[in-house]
């Protein structure tokens, strides 16, 4: 059985850092690029960062880059975001995502992440 399991959300205010983490069972996990998407109420899902397989090479979207940071233990299964100078606007709850070869997605339950003074 195939689990992804985030954690480390919470309420931040505007300038302050999280870190969220996502635990993985039931896939190889050493095999697989991992991404972080969010929703924000009323909007659609967005990428917001994804990393490759062996960690060589990262990909933000626009909105987070020079803010966010993603980044994967393998020997963990475990892969992170660290989220700093948090905006409003990153209020979302945060996905971890995972395709793997025969194009199969496997989705967290989400974390809610809420920036507000």
């Known amino acids: 059985q195939v689990q992804l399991v985030e954690s480390g959300g919470g309420l931040v205010r505007p300038g302050g850092s999280l870190r969220l983490s996502c635990t993985t069972s039931g896939i190889v996990f050493s095999w697989l690029s991992m991404n972080w998407y969010r929703q924000a109420p009323g909007k659609e899902r967005e990428l917001v960062a994804s990393?490759?397989?062996?960690?060589?090479?990262?990909n933000y979207a626009d909105s987070v880059k020079g803010r966010f940071t993603i980044s994967r233990d393998n020997d963990k299964d475990t892969v992170y975001l660290q989220m700093n100078s948090l905006k409003p606007e990153d209020t979302a709850v945060y996905y971890c995502?995972?395709?793997?070869?025969?194009?199969?997605?496997?989705w967290g339950q989400g974390t809610q992440v809420t920036v507000s003074s």
């Open positions: 995502h995972t395709q793997n070869w025969v194009k199969i997605d496997y």
């Open positions: 990393i490759t397989s062996g960690g060589g090479t990262t």
